[in-house]
């Protein structure tokens, strides 16, 4: 399928310049000045966005200069909107909504509604793109609601485009027709043939999306008939595709070859490099539908070539043959070939839902960081009415002083006046500058509670779901071809991810109401030798398994004032510890000690044991220590931490002793 910024892209086709028009926008620049310059600077930058935004940038920087120095708001704040179209193209958001917003808030000082209305369109794009449906509709509908009152068609039937596109994303695909059919019935009035064959295009493809192929096919047909009235070769192109692709999944594998044909021809002619490709794997699709193999095996192959010619820019593509190959090779009969290809296909998968779990991330800390701006801004008007309340007290002051110099009497009863409005200004300065300082505090423990969640969630919880998934594919589209031995592998792997996802995402779960002081210390009367049985038994599994003897030896009368739940769950997570870096056959010890103020409880495994430098690292969240058990377990180090912050919680404190290959001994310390 056609990248769905194609089709924006068309409707946006009056709005672009051609190559000739910015080398004749260029030839003018030397001639111009003041604020003539500005204008024709900010036409280059609008003109280079889609194609060469670092040029587009540099134009636009240009412009607010020159824009500052004229004292132009209007022209600083298109300036600013140059600079936030050139930075969406580089998919830098922040910096987008940054210089989106500034120029809004000029816009909107001097009552600009048509660039208002097209600013609140431009900022619900950059918010579609980073997930925030939330503010993308928001805006969208701003844009919709000024442009529909005052007549700005053109901005309408953007802003009518994007909110049918954020409903696309979401899948709510009545909603999203919906927008689709009103934004249609204005581009027909309006007799604009390239905006209506460019919705037809995206009705077909929500229909069939919908598996509504027939509706697809007649959306698509309506639409290549105005493209080849306009002449509209690349439109063209892609409607004789699509309905070319429509016909395949309608079984008219004839018909389907026609369309493909035509439209591979045209792509060739217009070198549409991805065009080619396409048309090419769905001509390999209907060959192998009619069990022509070796036709099908060329068209996957010249699809292939174009795939890795086109680079990161096809990796979805590449995906798709990887699975095509895969498919047709189990036809033939060739396994061997068909797994090596679903190898490539796993494989290449796991790296894509790496990239986007990451750009998920990245996503997250954008908008992560617009609320921080927010806040930021929030304590920046604060800081305003504080001085504002100043410059108020001086102003009285003065006023004060004047009353002096007319009535000695009067003098003695403003100065008792002027003493207690002092008195309260200066109580109300102390009270606000508190707030202010606790919510600069709260603004750091924010921050640094969403750099340590960032860090344990990119560094760890998306591996076990990436093998999940691949797992989990793998068994959905070839369930038949692997025997019972292979199942039983690939659920045995499913399990092992599932059961390491599962424990970080416990030990997340906990260390976060602890964080956010959910978790209350109830301390009671509790005996040693039954709570250490009962926090190691979850773990004694784990142990069998690996064939290590668990030794505990602590008197049965020794008693201590400690939180039960938070106590369980540090040695627990200590003697889990202790058993993932314990080599089968291992022995763990637990005995007890006691000196003047301290019960002391000792874990001592024979395991691989640790480096100074490492000990000095294992209770501290930014080191994200991971090291893999023995037998590969997983982990975070975060169940570490966990037990340090409880038996902290309790008074307590737990120190390290470790030697590399003699194994490690923690010593838990509790107050009598």
């Known amino acids: 399928m056609k990248n769905s910024l194609v089709i924006i892209l068309l409707l946006l086709s009056k709005l672009l310049f051609s190559q000739t028009k910015i080398d004749s926008l ?188 027939k509706k697809a096919k007649g959306s698509y047909e309506e639409a290549l008939k105005l493209f080849r009235e306009t002449k509209s070769s690349y439109g063209t192109a892609i409607c004789l595709y699509n309905i070319g692709d429509t016909e395949y999944r309608l079984k008219n594998y004839a018909s389907a070859i026609e369309y493909l044909e035509e439209s591979l021809t045209l792509s060739n002619t217009i070198h549409d490099q991805l065009g080619i490709l396409l048309a090419n794997q769905i001509m390999g699709l209907v060959h192998k539908a009619q069990q022509h193999y070796d036709s099908a095996l060329s068209y996957y192959n010249k699809a292939f070539q174009l795939a890795i010619e086109l680079g990161a820019g096809a990796k979805a593509e590449k995906l798709e043959l990887y699975k095509n190959y895969a498919d047709l090779h189990k036809s033939t009969g060739k396994l061997d070939k068909s797994i090596f290809y679903l190898e490539n296909y796993i494989s290449l998968k796991d790296s894509i839902n790496s990239a986007n779990s990451s750009k998920q991330i990245s996503e997250m800390q954008t908008k992560y960081g617009s609320e921080k701006k927010e806040k930021e801004n929030e304590l920046l008007r604060k800081n305003s009415e504080i001085q504002n309340l100043a410059i108020a007290k001086q102003t009285n002051l003065r006023n004060s002083f004047i009353g002096i110099s007319l009535l000695v009497i009067l003098m003695i009863i403003i100065l008792f006046n002027r003493f207690t409005i002092k008195k309260k200004a200066n109580q109300l300065l102390i009270i606000k500058n508190e707030v202010i300082s606790n919510q600069r505090d709260e603004l750091k423990e924010i921050n640094s509670t969403k750099d340590k969640f960032f860090s344990i969630i990119s560094h760890d919880l998306k591996s076990p779901f990436t093998n999940i998934l691949g797992f989990t594919d793998l068994l959905i589209e070839d369930y038949d071809s692997f025997d019972d031995d292979q199942k039983k592998e690939i659920i045995v792997a499913l399990n092992k991810s599932s059961q390491s996802a599962f424990n970080l995402l416990s030990n997340l779960l906990t260390w976060a109401q602890s964080q956010t002081g959910r978790i209350k210390i109830n301390k009671k009367l509790l005996n040693l030798e039954e709570l250490v049985e009962t926090s190691i038994a979850p773990y004694e599994y784990n142990a069998s398994a690996k064939n290590i003897e668990i030794i505990t030896t602590i008197p049965s009368e020794v008693n201590l004032l400690i939180d039960r739940n938070s106590a369980m769950i540090a040695i627990g997570n200590l003697v889990n510890n202790a058993i993932k870096f314990t080599p089968n056959g291992g022995k763990i010890n637990l005995n007890y000690d006691t000196g003047q103020n301290n019960i002391m409880l000792h874990i001592k495994d024979t395991g691989i044991g640790m480096t100074a430098e490492i000990i000095g690292k294992l209770f501290k969240i930014e080191e994200n220590i991971s090291t893999k058990g023995t037998n590969n377990e997983e982990g975070t180090g975060l169940g570490l931490i966990l037990s340090k912050e409880f038996i902290n919680k309790n008074g307590g404190d737990i120190t390290v002793k470790s030697e590399l290959g003699k194994g490690s001994e923690f010593i838990i310390s509790f107050p009598k």
């Open 26 to 213: 260029e030839r003018l620049l030397p001639n111009t000045v003041a604020l003539e310059k500005v204008k024709l600077l900010n036409e280059l930058s609008f003109a280079y966005w889609n194609v060469a935004p670092v040029k587009g940038l540099q134009y636009a920087n240009i412009a607010y200069a020159l824009a500052v120095e004229e004292n132009s708001k209007a022209d600083i704040a298109k300036s600013l909107q140059s600079r936030g179209v050139n930075y969406w193209a580089k998919s830098e958001f922040n910096l987008a909504l940054d210089n989106y917003q500034k120029s809004l808030k000029l816009f909107e000082e001097i009552n600009d509604l048509d660039a208002i209305s097209a600013l609140c369109s431009n900022l619900g794009a950059v918010y579609l793109d980073i997930n925030d449906y939330e503010n993308a509709l928001k805006y969208n509908y701003r844009s919709l609601k000024i442009s529909k009152e005052h007549g700005f068609t053109d901005t309408y039937i953007i802003a009518t485009n994007n909110i049918s596109s954020i409903y696309l994303a979401q899948k709510n695909y009545p909603k999203a027709l919906e927008y689709l059919q009103e934004v249609i019935a204005v581009s027909g009035k309006q007799s604009k043939p390239n905006n209506l064959a460019s919705q037809l295009n995206s009705m077909g493809e929500i229909y069939k999306l919908q598996k509504e192929y």
